[in-house]
């Protein structure tokens, strides 16, 4: 087996590389480990590194070294190929994928890592990419497009950028017009203020729309939530923060499938693991138990 790290410099407030070669280094020649680091120097080069890795047919763990943004470069590239394992060393902003495990701190522990347990996620696939955590399009989608304009600033943490970015599109429109086709044929065709599908947990520094929502169930739980004005987003953010939909049955609904297809007038962002990508039509289905995701041995999920 190869230990293969793809590291992307532009992850979190600063370039980690040389700390992360360094660890990385001593730690596999400690094991005798056939190991590669690999950075990335562009946005899709992850992906590339990953796809590379994965192609050559050798059994291969791959380390996400990076944000959420890193780990789903990295589960795009190696989709599809059954001899390549992904696991997340966070180094970003939100790192909020991992957040779905009952310790998310042994992720940085690449002892723990290598001590590892594997389990078979679920994989959301979006026209020609793929999601392993939350997809969502409307509000959500703009706010987490606007995030690398808050990210990055002094004393900002990824929940904080977060924040910041919603109080800025709160004040931009809340809704738009989406035709959302459910597997059963019906449709809900009107202005939504955003379409929330989840496979994982957390997202945006810290929000954890459906908690029970699981990564190898096969199915996606999907928030669907109808137009509201600036005084109603106000005071039911915080409870969608804390995955209190239910207590509001007028404006969530809450539906468990495995596709539905998502459509706007115009061009519209889709947030997919916190990167932004743009379509009139999403196409989403499940593939369920399409990736092998490996953890530290003894968390639970």
Not at 101 to 108: E, R, V
Request: net charge neutral; with cysteine; charged share 20%.
């Amino acid at each position: 087996m190869k230990h293969i790290f793809i590291i992307n410099p532009a992850a979190g407030k600063r370039d980690r590389t040389e700390e992360l070669r360094g660890r990385i280094t001593a730690a596999c020649r400690a094991h005798g480990y056939a190991f590669e680091i690999l950075a990335s120097v562009a946005p899709g080069d992850c992906a590339s590194l990953a796809r590379a890795a994965a192609q050559t047919g050798e059994d291969v763990r791959l380390y996400a070294c990076g944000g959420d943004g890193t780990l789903n470069e990295v589960v795009n590239g190696m989709a599809g190929f059954a001899n390549a394992a992904v696991t997340h060393v966070p180094c970003g902003s939100g790192n909020d994928f991992i957040k779905l495990f009952s310790d998310p701190a042994p992720f940085s522990d690449l002892e723990r890592l290598f001590d590892a347990q594997e389990a078979d996620f679920d994989l959301i696939r979006c026209n020609e990419t793929h999601s392993i955590n939350i997809l969502s399009v409307g509000l959500d989608a703009k706010i987490a497009a606007d995030l690398p304009r808050f990210k990055h600033l002094p004393l900002v943490s990824g929940k904080g950028a977060y924040i910041l970015s919603i109080v800025r599109n709160l004040f931009g429109g809340l809704s738009d017009h989406y035709r959302v086709t459910l597997p059963s044929g019906e449709t809900v065709d009107t202005e939504q203020t955003l379409v929330c599908v989840c496979n994982g947990r957390w997202y945006g520094g810290g929000f954890n729309p459906v908690p029970e929502a699981r990564p190898d169930d096969g199915l996606m739980d999907v928030l669907l939530v109808r137009k509201v004005n600036l005084l109603q987003a106000a005071g039911v953010i915080g409870n969608y923060q804390k995955g209190r939909y239910a207590d509001y049955p007028a404006l969530f609904r809450h539906e468990r499938c495995t596709a539905l297809r998502i459509e706007c007038p115009h061009r519209t962002v889709v947030n997919v693991d916190g990167e932004s990508y743009f379509t009139t039509d999403a196409r989403i289905t499940l593939l369920p138990h399409a990736i092998r995701f490996f953890y530290p041995k003894g968390l639970t999920y």
